[in-house]
C-alpha cells in the first residue's frame, strides 16, 4: 500500500507541485488549501502531513497544536 501524505497550503501551485513529486515517488497525496477543508480530513489515515505556517484561515502552528490533541 503507498504512503498517505496530505498537503496543506494555501499557495495552490506550490501544493499542486509538491503532490506531483510525491506522487512520482510512489506517495498517494491528497492537497487542502485551507484549515477548515483540512479538519475535514481523517488525519489518521495520513503517514505525514506537510503544513505551511501561514494560511488564509489561521496560523499553521496553531492547526498543529490542535491536531496532536485530537
Not at 29 to 36: F, R
Amino acid at each position: 500500500m503507498r504512503p498517505k501524505i496530505l498537503i496543506i497550503d494555501d499557495d495552490t501551485s506550490l501544493a499542486e507541485m509538491l503532490a506531483l513529486h510525491f506522487e512520482d515517488q510512489d506517495y498517494y497525496a491528497d492537497v487542502c488549501n485551507t484549515i477548515a477543508t483540512a479538519n475535514e480530513k481523517p488525519f489518521n489515515d495520513y503517514d505525514a502531513i506537510l503544513l505551511d505556517h501561514h494560511l488564509t484561515d489561521g496560523l499553521g502552528l496553531n492547526f498543529l497544536k490542535r491536531l496532536k490533541t485530537t
